[in-house]
C-alpha cells in the first residue's frame, strides 16, 4: 500500500519554510527516505494575476496521483501563511490523513 507523509510548513513570507524543507529533505536524504518537496509559489506562477485563482490548488490536485504512485515517501510543503484547513484540496488524498505529524 503507497503511504504519503505530508508535512505542511505554513508560514508568512521570508521567514524560512523552504530553507527548512531544505534541510528536512538533506536529513531524509542522508537516512535515504525518499521525499518530495512540493514548493506552492511555484504552482502559482501564472501571469497575468487574473488568472492565479485556485490555479496553485488545481495544480497539486493534478499531480497527487503522480506522488501517490511513488508509494511510500514524505510530502513537504512550504506554503505562505493561510488557515490551510479551510482550503479545499480535493483529489490531494492519500486515503487518510494524520493532524499529528
Excluded at 507523509?5 to 527516505?33: F, M, N, W, Y
Excluded at 493534478?62 to 506522488?67: A, G, L, R, T, V
Aim: hydrophobic letters at 40%.
Amino acid at each position: 500500500m503507497n503511504n504519503i507523509d505530508l508535512l505542511i510548513l505554513d508560514g508568512p513570507p521570508a521567514v524560512g519554510k523552504s530553507s527548512l524543507a531544505k534541510a528536512i529533505a538533506s536529513d531524509l536524504q542522508l537516512r535515504e527516505h525518499p521525499y518530495a518537496i512540493i514548493e506552492m509559489d511555484d504552482l502559482a506562477r501564472v501571469y497575468p494575476q487574473s488568472l492565479k485563482k485556485g490555479i496553485m490548488y488545481k495544480n497539486l490536485a493534478s499531480m497527487w496521483s503522480n506522488f501517490v504512485a511513488l508509494g511510500d515517501i514524505k510530502v513537504i510543503i512550504p506554503t505562505y501563511y493561510a488557515d490551510w484547513r479551510t482550503r479545499n484540496y480535493d483529489g490531494c488524498s492519500s486515503g487518510k490523513a494524520d493532524n499529528n505529524l
